[in-house]
């Protein structure tokens, strides 16, 4: 009960102090990190760290949502055509503006807190497909509706884009989650939101929970979609320790991933370090608690393979990991070497399991190997991920001509909340001519992070567009045979070229090694 007393008494503490605390202690620090805006000049520049960036005014920036002048926004990345294009067609990447100030939503912590637990009353509906794997396990898709719709499934004809949300590791589902997939219907796109084994009264059929950064489960969903939707794009959108998942799918599978573009909202990057001691005792502590009861209601099943009182004891995150994960005949391994004696608690494992593990589940093991864009939008003061200079790669980002970073000074942990703006349709065009917005969806209290990833994912399909025609285009001119031969064949009937069937999806052609955007 004192415990109970004591951390109460921080609670309020936090409540009282940090916002205070937060505006006057991270202006000057935020502000020497960044650039003033996102800039104009497609030619990358140092910012005062010495980083490559590429800078814009902002000009036309809302100044008076919040009271205060527009933060800043810096997008990070290696040179390219791509990045240029999205330079000069991403408009709301120099458009945001956070409340700052002496209110509640200027603490990162406290907007974290809400966004993560405060109940959200949202004018979307789900309809679950649960997916039976390879192994006889189950994983489920929930797809997004708005409430009015009276027809409950889409057809598998339609070509509306289709967005894959990955939530968090520990399979809430957030206002962030819930924000996104209303600003998704209304532009046209078909939210589904992927549920790993036991996530959201998902029926744990097998003695295997997912890993956490292990793609089978998620690569036979993909093949569902495309199977169900295939005449539609498929975007990915991953929020917090869920791009882990993302990313490990996007470095396995390569060329193949069958994604056009893909986003991770506040992702957390070099995870063994974060499960080790990258998280506030308060957060780990509300986290691991959390993850305890939605483990408890499987406690008699997972006590066959596991040691639930090492389970159930633990008061950290990596305990619970090692719990599940570290130990001789635990849920989601493959077989090892000889079987522990019974009695060995899994929190004393050698730093060697520990290790192997995360060689074989960390996120960026395989990065060299993912082949579409990858934008990621942090912020500088999220209290999830910490410090954005020893948890950021910011390496990657400069040298990888698929990654994209977007950092802004302020924003929390999948925050980047603004001012209601009216209709979340009217930010910017559908996500293409087939998909018209939906009426009747309105937005409230509006993400920029949301409204910034959907004109990502509209710039990329509109670049890998011209790309095409342009080589198309070139194809022809060219000819059959080339000179005197092309020559001869331009002047043929139109009748005799030979049409190729267009594919929305068919992006082998623009995906291989030679891809045009990176030069």
């Not at 730093?351 to 939008?377: C, F, H, K, M, Q």
Request: glycine residues 8%; proline residues 5%.
């Amino acid at each position: 009960m004192l415990g109970w007393l004591v951390a109460l008494c921080i609670v309020i503490l936090v409540v009282l102090i940090w916002p205070g605390s937060t505006y006057f202690g991270t202006e000057s620090q935020s502000d020497a990190l960044l650039l003033q805006g996102l800039g104009t000049s497609q030619q990358p520049t140092k910012d005062k760290t010495g980083r490559c960036v590429s800078e814009q005014a902002g000009s036309g920036v809302s100044q008076a949502a919040c009271g205060e002048k527009a933060r800043t926004v810096a997008l990070i990345c290696k040179p390219s055509a791509l990045a240029n294009y999205l330079l000069k067609h991403c408009r709301t990447f120099s458009n945001y503006s956070p409340c700052v100030g002496w209110t509640w939503r200027a603490s990162a912590f406290l907007q974290s807190v809400y966004e993560a637990c405060w109940p959200y009353d949202s004018p979307v509906q789900f309809v679950r497909d649960n997916l039976q794997l390879s192994d006889d396990g189950l994983v489920a898709l929930d797809w997004a509706v708005p409430a009015y719709q009276k027809r409950r499934r889409t057809s598998s004809h339609s070509t509306s884009p289709v967005l894959l949300i990955i939530p968090n590791s520990f399979g809430k589902f957030t206002r962030n989650v819930l924000k996104l997939c209303e600003t998704a219907l209304s532009h046209g796109y078909l939210p589904a939101v992927f549920n790993r084994r036991s996530h959201n009264s998902t029926p744990l059929t097998t003695l295997k929970l997912q890993q956490f950064g292990d793609p089978a489960d998620l690569r036979e969903a993909v093949r569902y979609i495309r199977h169900r939707q295939p005449a539609g794009r498929l975007y990915a959108v991953s929020e917090s320790t869920g791009s882990g998942l993302l990313l490990s799918y996007l470095g396995e599978c390569g060329s193949s991933s069958y994604m056009t573009a893909a986003v991770c909202l506040s992702p957390v990057f070099r995870c063994q370090s974060w499960f080790e001691s990258g998280l506030c005792w308060p957060l780990q502590w509300a986290l691991a608690l959390y993850q305890k009861i939605c483990l408890s209601r499987y406690k008699t099943v997972l006590g066959d393979s596991i040691q639930t009182d090492s389970l159930f004891s633990s008061c950290s995150l990596r305990g619970l990991e090692e719990a599940l994960f570290c130990q001789t005949g635990q849920v989601g391994s493959a077989p090892t070497a000889p079987t522990a004696p019974t009695g060995t608690s899994s929190i004393c494992n050698t730093s060697g399991t520990w290790d192997a593990y995360w060689e074989r589940n960390e996120p960026l093991r395989d990065v060299d190997e993912v082949a579409i864009p990858v934008l990621s939008v942090c912020a500088q003061d999220d209290p999830v991920r910490g410090d954005a200079q020893s948890t950021v790669p910011f390496e990657l980002f400069e040298t990888n001509p698929h990654f994209f970073l977007l950092l802004t000074d302020r924003g929390s942990h999948c925050g980047f909340s603004t001012q209601p703006t009216g209709s979340a349709a009217g930010a910017f065009g559908a996500a293409s001519p087939a998909a018209a917005p939906t009426s009747g969806m309105q937005s409230r209290w509006t993400n920029w992070s949301h409204t910034a990833l959907l004109e990502f994912f509209r710039a990329t399909t509109d670049f890998f567009a011209a790309e095409e025609r342009a080589k198309q285009l070139a194809a022809r001119r060219r000819g059959l045979g080339g000179g005197a031969g092309g020559r001869a064949f331009r002047h043929r009937s139109v009748s005799t070229c030979k049409r190729v069937p267009a594919c929305s999806h068919n992006i082998h052609a623009i995906y291989n090694w030679q891809r045009s955007y990176t030069r």
